[in-house]
């Protein structure tokens, strides 16, 4: 990708929910409410979600080039975006050196890819960062595929996810604050189950930071469904 392209790439500015990161209707501004309705209907278990730039365009080509095509040198850039709001995150924690866990691939979608991008994304952001943390891999896995979400309504979306997660060896994130790692958040669904689990698991509070995040209502390329998207790509066990 040439400077031109990345230099086009801007971390949003719009206002956003505190717990997602969705934008903000005008109407819920004049209101002084700063939570979307998802988060007032069903609240996530993260504490907060936080992501660099909208999903479309440049950005957008530029995880398609990592995730698609496997260029995997995309990670770099793509991975110094993701610092951001992990540093950001990184401020509201009360432990020294977090937890970085990405959120694992499905052994499948692994096996064909070669490589977990949020994996990638994690690492290169970490060395990105001032403050040390640490990223664990295999903490969290996929222990069972799910249906796709498309058309499901929130509620049937979280039921959905229910379960497809789990913690292998909970000694791992007992006691510790945990930012969970990935490319691209769509509802939130899979972030928050995530989350679920690992705070079952012991761990003490869980972000959840991605490096691009697609809004609600926002427009999309022929074919392409971001919200089936989360589904396809996230799943299984991780190395």
């Known amino acids: 990708m040439c400077r031109e392209c990345l230099a086009a790439i801007l971390p949003t500015r719009a206002p956003q929910c505190v717990l997602c990161g969705d934008r903000l209707a005008a109407a819920a501004l004049l209101r ?9 209907e ?6 907060r979600a936080l992501s660099f730039g909208e999903y479309h365009d440049e950005l ?12 995997t040198p995309a990670a770099a850039p793509l991975g110094a975006m993701l610092a951001q709001p992990i540093a950001e995150l990184l401020a509201t924690c009360r432990q020294p050196g977090p937890l970085l866990i990405p959120v694992p691939l499905h052994n499948t979608r692994r096996r064909s ?6 994996q990638l994304l ?15 891999c295999g903490a969290l896995v996929r222990q069972r595929d799910t249906a796709s979400q498309v058309g499901l309504t929130r509620a049937e979306r979280i039921e959905n996810m229910r379960g497809a997660f789990d913690v292998a060896g909970a000694e791992r994130v007992r006691g510790r604050e945990i930012i969970v790692v990935d490319d691209v958040m769509t509802t939130g669904t899979t972030l928050s189950e995530c989350a679920r689990v690992l705070k079952e698991a012991g761990a003490e ?7 691009a995040r697609a809004y609600e209502g926002a427009d999309a390329r022929p074919g392409e469904d971001p919200e089936a998207e989360e589904v396809i790509e996230v799943g299984a066990t991780s190395v």
Do not use: M
Request: proline residues 5%; hydrophobic residues 40%.
């Open 122 to 136: 994690a690492r290169s952001a970490a060395r990105k960062l001032a403050q040390p943390v640490y990223v664990v």
């Open 205 to 211: 509070r869980v972000w959840a930071a991605t490096v």
């Open 60 to 71: 957008r080509g530029l995880i398609h080039l990592l995730k698609y095509e496997g260029v």
């Open 113 to 118: 890819r070669g490589f977990n991008q949020s």
């Open 32 to 40: 002084g409410d700063d939570h979307c309705p998802n988060c007032r």
């Open 42 to 47: 069903f609240e996530p278990e993260f504490e």
